[in-house]
């Protein structure tokens, strides 16, 4: 079963400040690795995506993620948060079996202090 | 282009009321989902349909939760009769189909239910 673990459920920056958001998964194959936002009120937004290739993938908003295998893990980065990036951080893992099945993590309320 | 339409955006009832949500996908995916999340949750898929073919509906509370997807385009998700737990964000969702690999999902803004 392929499930997903976000250790920090919050986590406060302050502005100008480098974050990283981690996440962990567990899947029986090659996984396929999203990260999405979501603000209040709003539907989910996807920062980035792996599936194969260059582990160290680039995203929306100055956002990145790198996939370790040998880690399981798949950790969002950004070198210098923005006020606007308050939001809550949602992991998720995926494949083509199971019909584009997602599964989410619990995900990371990040706070950022002005 | 228009992305992944859901209303209401809020609904409030009490218990033991029915509720409806509807969803509109992108045009031209076949495949739609939806999801429950509950607060401080990730979402968790309920079902998925394929055109208007429900082939994963395993994790759907059949006794009180059902949905349809007539004419393979439009979705509504029902719950009758609603309880305190069935209080969530439901989240609609959207891929194309097929192909050989992974169809990213798009998702709609959701509906807040709130059940009293």
């Known amino acids: 079963a392929q499930s997903v673990t976000q250790p920090d459920i919050h986590i406060t920056v302050s502005e100008g400040a480098s974050l990283e958001l981690r996440c962990n998964y567990s899947y029986g194959a090659t996984p396929y690795l999203f990260w999405y936002v979501q603000s209040p009120g709003q539907g989910l937004q996807l920062l980035l995506k792996?599936?194969?290739?260059?582990?160290l993938v680039q995203g929306i908003k100055g956002f990145e993620a790198e996939f370790k295998r040998s880690q399981s893990s798949f950790n969002l980065r950004k070198p210098s948060v923005h006020w606007s990036d308050a939001a809550e951080y949602f992991c998720a893992v995926g494949g083509t079996g199971g019909g584009n099945k997602l599964t989410f993590g619990t995900g990371t309320q990040l706070k950022v202090e002005l | 282009e228009a992305g992944v339409v859901q209303s209401p955006r809020y609904k409030i009832i009490e218990k033991k009321q029915p509720v409806a949500f509807w969803c509109n996908p992108i045009s031209g995916h076949n495949t739609l989902y939806w999801y429950r999340q509950n607060l401080g949750q990730g979402p968790e898929l309920l079902i998925r349909y394929e055109n208007e073919e429900a082939v994963d509906d395993s994790q759907l509370p059949k006794d009180r939760f059902s949905a349809e997807r007539l004419k393979g385009v439009d979705s509504t998700l029902k719950i009758q009769p609603a309880e305190l737990g069935d209080s969530a964000v439901y989240l609609c969702a959207s891929s194309l189909a097929g192909g050989l690999g992974y169809n990213e999902q798009f998702f709609g803004p959701g509906t807040r239910l709130t059940v009293l």
């Open positions: 792996y599936f194969s290739g260059d582990t």
